[in-house]
């Protein structure tokens, strides 16, 4: 945790959870950018955690709540771990934990909760039939595994708790190779930096509430999806025709058909997330030689 912060006074105590971890460790930065005093709590360290601690225990979670203003809940078991790790375990961890910190924040005061879910709730909902899947908030999730049971039945958790909350379902966002990376960005996909941007302005806008999708930006539109199911290629260049060429100029392959397409609109419209670092952004990096 940054021990000097500028003139003014901070923004708030936030608790990040998991704040070793990729996601978590992003938005304890950014919100220590955006003016917050950060307590981050993980089980492995960080340059975020100041209290290397499980969650399970009473104790450390009274604790770092204990005066906070905000709490950002990213800790949780993740897709890797399913098959490693029992149903039990995952219940344990995605679940009750979740349960026992939202009773500790309404006891304890904090005023606003976020939660970090993920857009793997969707499950056996993103498998197209004979079009891409639009993939907004009004698609009805069906969990395929017990990370997305465990994620969803947490997000129920939030949803009805008495702590003004928001969650934020959160595309796929992990260090890939860049053909790989760039294909995925897509339509399924979002950098980093637009999360931990989309996470200070899910806080800050105090009176949003609700489960929003958090990606892209990504070229397409609703009425390409059927397209995008047979044709993905010739989608992408109508669209965004200086991507295509990109492709094709570094050797990546042209997606032939694309399964889904997330889509952000919600959140822009209730909190101003706004996503720049999209592929174009990924193509600008490789150009400078930077790594993505």
């Known amino acids: 945790m940054r021990a000097e912060r500028g003139k003014g006074a901070p923004a708030g105590v936030v608790v990040v959870t998991g704040s070793s971890g990729r996601v978590g460790s992003a938005l304890a ?8 005093v950060v307590r981050g709590v993980d089980r492995v360290p960080g340059c975020w955690t100041s209290a290397i601690a499980d969650l399970r225990d009473r104790r450390v979670r009274r604790t770092a709540l204990q005066s906070a203003d905000v709490l950002v809940h990213a800790a949780a078991l993740h897709a890797p771990h399913v098959g490693r790790l029992t149903d039990e375990e995952f219940r344990a961890v995605n679940v009750g934990v979740t349960a026992e910190l939202l009773n500790d924040a309404a006891r304890l005061d904090v005023r606003r909760v976020l939660y ?28 395929r595994d017990i990370y997305d049971e465990t994620k969803l039945a947490a997000e129920d958790l939030v949803d009805a708790g008495s702590v003004s909350s928001v969650t934020l379902r959160i595309a796929r966002c992990f260090p890939e190779p860049l053909p790989v990376l760039a294909r995925h960005l897509l339509h399924r996909a979002v950098d980093l930096a637009d999360v931990a941007t989309a996470g200070v302005l899910a806080v800050t806008h105090s009176t949003v509430t609700g489960r929003f999708n958090i990606s892209g930006p990504h070229p397409f539109h609703r009425e390409d999806c059927l397209a995008l199911h047979r044709d993905a290629g010739a989608v992408l260049a109508r669209r965004a025709p200086d991507v295509f060429e990109a492709f094709r100029d570094r050797g990546w392959p042209v997606p032939d058909r694309l399964d889904r397409v997330y889509d952000s609109t919600a959140a822009s419209n209730a909190f101003g997330y706004r996503p720049v670092r999209g592929v174009r952004q990924l193509l600008r990096d490789a150009a400078d030689g930077l790594s993505a």
């Not at 930065?29 to 917050?36: E, L, R, S, Y």
């Open 29 to 36: 930065a950014a919100f220590d950018a955006a003016g917050w």
């Open 116 to 143: 970090i879910s993920s857009t793997s709730v969707y499950g056996h909902a993103l498998v197209p039939t004979d079009r891409a899947v639009w993939v907004d908030e009004q698609l009805t999730p069906l969990p």
